[in-house]
């Protein structure tokens, strides 16, 4: 398992994690910070509405991203645990007539460096404030329909173009990169050699925002770029609020946004990324993967040029041709010709990441689309609506190969996602402790690859940080 890449936090941060373990509550520090980089203004309602008086609703979900930002750089990646921890930390947003400032009370000492919040740490705290109240003001209101597929789509644009994602006079060189943050360290150390060629050749990166294969690419091409003199390097950061506490945003990261769900943070990687690299990572990589394939399987998709690379050292090789023969079993030939599969190999990963923005540019200047989102992508309602991994949605799924490819990719991927929220979501951790594992039933010839694939991901330690015995969270019929 990772060590020093994954775990940032001070000696002190960690003594007082321990303390916590034995049942003592968490003293962290007590302070007020004003904004760093954006929303430096509230509206009265908008204060209102974050005061605190409804603990399930805004103010929850404000006061769970906020922890996660300031727990950056803990090795802990089940967000009840964090939770719990942190059950006494609190965050009250004062409204002066200077401005606004954020009042903490025991906040992570982690975040501070000799009294001080890192600059980097207070500029995703507002970032997580700017994006709560904006997806609460528009996406709970009658501008988007989001039962349409193309109201869902606004919606995305609107909240990246409100974070400042979107640039207008620029060509593509967003890599989204995805892969686990429960990776070994050479793993890592791969990552951050592949993000450092791309850097040198001028590309920007988009990732989940946490740490692993996450925080890697970044940190590689945040070298490459100093390198090249380029002080316009991007790094940025897709997150949302089920996920954030269990991989708080590394602190590369800067251009933070959350989205409200994992289906638009997802849609949101696609329509703003120009081109992919999976490395090698568990479950929640997978549902990646699946969620790109089946967007990609659509014939009106299948002209459209979206470089996908799947890559990683000369020990990730097995991984990826279990993956490859998992898509192949499931999915067809028509699948696996979507990707290429490069190994212990960061220079060529580079090039074809730089070529294929050529081709990407090419193809969208054709098109009329623009460089910033990719409009044109068609994403079915399959891959849109929420999902939410209950015990009889996860039971019925429909895993058959008598459908569409890109209909069996939908569901593949929301199996997936519901073993991503039983191993590290606080909602989804209680079902499992509640009900029990969930249950996944299909085709014979789904389900004895999927079982070979969860098989090898518990075995290979890619299901959980802590690397100890894992308790699977699920059952194959």
Known sequence: MINNPVADASDEERAAHRRCELGEAYEGVNTSVRPVGSLELLSQQEVNELRGSDRDGLYEIFR???????????????????????RNFDIEVIQQERGLKLRLTNAPRGAFVDGKMIKGI??????????????????????????????????????????GILKLRTTPNLVV????????????????????????????????????????????ANIGHAKQRLKSGRYIGISEPGIIAAESPNPIVNHLVI???????????????????????????????????GILLHPENREMPLPLVFTGPASAESYFRRLDDFIGATLGDEARALYEIVIDDPITVARRMREGMVEVQ???????????????????????????????????????????DYKLAADLRRAFSGIVAGNVKAEGIAAIEEHGPFILDGEKAIMEPLDDLLAAFVAQNRMKLDGGDYEPVYRLG
């Open 64 to 86: 769970r991203c906020a922890l996660a930002v300031l727990n950056c750089g803990i090795d802990i990646d089940d967000a009840r645990v964090v939770l719990e921890r942190h």
């Open 122 to 163: 207070q500029e995703h705290l507002f970032a997580v404030l700017r994006d709560v109240l904006y997806i609460n003001r528009e996406l709970h209101g009658d501008r988007f329909d989001l039962n349409e597929s193309a109201g869902v789509t606004n919606a995305v644009f609107h909240i990246l173009r409100n974070a």
């Open 177 to 220: 990169c995805w892969g686990g943050h429960s990776i070994s360290r050479h793993e890592y150390d791969y990552t951050k050699d592949v993000g450092y060629e791309m850097g040198l050749r001028g590309l920007s990166v988009i990732t989940g925002c946490g740490p692993g294969a996450m925080k890697g690419p970044m940190k590689g």
């Open 259 to 293: 989205l409200p769900d994992i289906e638009k943070r997802l849609e949101a990687f696609v329509r703003a990324g120009h081109a992919i690299v999976v490395f090698p990572g568990g479950v929640g990589t997978a549902e990646e993967i699946l969620y790109l394939l």
């Open 362 to 404: 090419r193809y969208r200047r054709a098109t009329s689309d623009a460089y910033y989102f990719n409009w044109r992508l068609r994403i079915e309602p399959e891959f849109q609506k929420p999902f939410e991994p209950t015990h009889a949605n996860m039971a019925s799924l429909q895993l058959s190969r008598d459908r569409q």
